[in-house]
């Protein structure tokens, strides 16, 4: 039931299309509506489907969120055990777990799938939610309230937790599943050490089942999109949503995640002030996933072959003292992220010490390096936050393989990038880096199951727009 009508009407630019909801106070989230100023145009429009889908969304949210009549009566059925006769709201709840660009893919994750079901989501705050993020939903918070009944269990809730879904499976805890009583609550174990019984989420059949259950309670650190699409009941809906398959951590990301204002003071300040005025920008994210401080030789070997050999950044010339260049002069900013300064250092030398043998300058920036992961400190993930959206603010991105970190980044930036590839034994790899098939996150531990068959299958074979990723042969990834 597409409703085309509303794709005439002319929507504001920093609605992105329609995406936003208008019903927010500015001043309580200045960079939501202040952002597309920032950004060039968007290349992809949403589906008029998926905003409405969007709207839809949130007047269920209204009608279920916290605190709200529903949500008190559904929760009593949590506390009482009880099988509930049909309710109209039933529940996502999405636990804080590792880092924040894990988070980020996850939570992403975990609303389409909120959508999908009609399901609410609600966000369990950890320790930094609310400092990083803004309410994406109108007027009902998307956090769970502190009081919720199993909150103080989230951090126990494993494989082995009685209520685990993988667990009760295996168990055969399913006597009462034949229609007689489902259970008010399950815990859903997506986290990469899941088991052959976890995986079993992405079946049909497990998902008629769940269907049934008022509260899902999920722990995962992974982007789990692309195997929703292996999912028969999923797949006219998911169509639907996104006629673009590339577009759907780009649209969800873009709705949902807006930093809060000290975030946004951090962006922008640092945008206005180092990458505004440069002719073009270019990010370049370095994660480094060895043992050993850094900064490595082959690694910023690996920078330089990667950037210089496509033509990202221009070489230097060591003979020449000064390079002329016909016509105005091009400047380029480059926005370096790392948890060291090193990579950083040996390239503004270069660029400070040589001219380019093209005549542009380069201006090199590092906002922070805050030399190892520290995922319980406030100030820390804000800058993690601000760092991560300001490479999504460049023109061309550079990012590392296996880094959720750059996964976010390319995602709300629509950027397909140029991916450094792992180094194996301290060597930098040959070729240096290679063009991203899309701009989708990786699924990095997918299921390889045929639910049907009821045996082992290479899911990356079986669709087209699911297919291995180029960082991680093993995953999945939508194009
Ligand atoms: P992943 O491990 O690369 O997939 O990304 P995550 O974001 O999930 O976890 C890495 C964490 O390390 C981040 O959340 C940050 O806390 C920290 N981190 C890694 N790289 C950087 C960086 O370039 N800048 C900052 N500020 N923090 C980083």
Redesign the pocket.
Known sequence: SEDNSLQSVEVPKELLGGLLSTEFDKRSCVGRYQSASYRKELPHKPSSYLISRLRRYEALHKKCGPYTESYNRTLERLNSGHHPESSDCNYVVWISF?????RIVTLASAFLYALLTNRVLLVDPGVDMVDLFCEPFPEVSWFLPSDFPAKNQFDIFDQNYPQCYGKMLKNNNFTYSNGLMSPSFVYLHLVHDYNEHDKLFFCDEDQSFLQKVPWLIMKTDNYFIPSLYLIRSFEQELSNLFPNKETVFHFLGRYLFHPTNPVWGLISRYYLTYLAKADERIGI???VFETGNGPFQHVLDQILACTLKENLLPEIDKEKPIIHQSGTQISKAILM???TSGYFEKLWDMYWEHPTVTGEVIGVYQP?H?KY???EKQT??Q??WA?MYLLSMTDVLVTSA????GYVAQGLGGLRPWILNKPENQTAPDPPCHRAMSMEPCFHSPPFYDCKAKRGIDTGLLVPHVRHCEDISWGLKLV
């Not at 590792?98 to 894990?102: E, F, H, P, T």
């Not at 296996?402 to 970190?405: A, V």
């Open positions: 590792s880092g924040l660009g894990n994210q370095i994660r992220t790392s948890l922070s805050e992961q520290q995922t820390h993930n800058k993690a760092e296996w880094s959720t970190f």
